[in-house]
């Protein structure tokens, strides 16, 4: 039957994880980030990779490659202990209001996937992603979006939501992203944007079984390439391509 409400994860998402379609499109925000990952580490004997806001570790089940040093961060108790028992490195920090607890371009990678929605401070986050990233690192964003004019009225109505516990506080559109970015992230560095993509246009994996279907995940995620800004979510991978100097300067690349 195509239409049939799932109550049980009886199947596993690309053959990865529990799930409750074989092409759960809430996983593709992962899958597709692994992809990257997996083909920035093929020129590298190791990687160091932080996940920040690393909710229950979902993105470690699609990197089962290489060799990965694990950090994370997040607040909530159960999903930090979950993530510990999956091999990360577990830490704690209040993204709104303290540094990351790490140096200066101490990770290869670093992914924040459906978190700065989540923050009230969400320029001092992406900073720190960008100050703890290494020239030439990637860093993998996942945000939910809206068409411009429904974000607006959507940023709006979150005013008067209750602030904290995990609550929606933000409604991104594509434009204001790349603000974010452009204003955030050019303080510890140079950085461009690699890709940005979407997944899904239509999806409902615990009421129908659509996404059984390998056809209706290729027609999502072939719209969310090519149009992601009509999509619900987007993954934005960026490059690193400036450095800091000792003082934490921003410092030109060899032969600018």
Request: aromatic share 14%; with cysteine.
């Amino acid at each position: 039957m195509f239409f049939k409400k799932k109550t049980t994860k009886t199947e596993k998402a690309f053959g990865k994880i529990p799930a409750y379609c074989k092409y759960e499109l809430f996983m593709e925000r992962y899958r597709s980030a692994a992809e990257f990952i997996s083909d920035f580490h093929r020129n590298r004997a190791k990687l160091k990779l932080l996940d920040v806001g690393s909710g229950e570790g979902y993105l470690k089940f699609f990197c089962d490659f290489g060799q990965i040093d694990w950090h994370g961060i997040e607040i909530w108790e159960e999903r930090f202990k979950i993530c510990q028992e999956l091999g990360y490195q577990m830490h704690r920090c209040n993204l709104d209001t303290e540094p990351l607890p790490f140096d200066n371009e101490s990770f290869d990678v670093v992914v924040g996937s459906h978190v700065l929605e989540h923050l009230a401070n969400r320029s001092f986050c992406l900073q720190e992603m960008g100050r703890v990233l290494k020239t030439g690192g990637m860093l993998i964003l996942g945000v939910p979006i809206k068409p411009i004019i429904l974000s607006h009225l959507v940023r709006f109505v979150y005013r008067f939501k209750p602030k904290g516990n995990g609550n929606t506080m933000y409604a991104f559109d594509i434009r204001s992203i790349k603000k974010l970015l452009t204003h955030s992230l050019s303080t510890y560095g140079g950085f461009e944007i690699m890709d940005i993509r979407g997944f899904r246009l239509i999806s409902a994996r615990r009421i129908t079984n659509w996404e059984n279907s390998e056809g209706f995940y290729k027609f999502n995620t072939w719209f969310g390439k090519h149009f992601p800004g009509l999509t619900p979510e987007v993954n934005l991978v960026i490059r690193k391509v400036g450095r800091l100097s000792a003082r934490g300067q921003i410092q030109p690349k060899a032969g600018e």
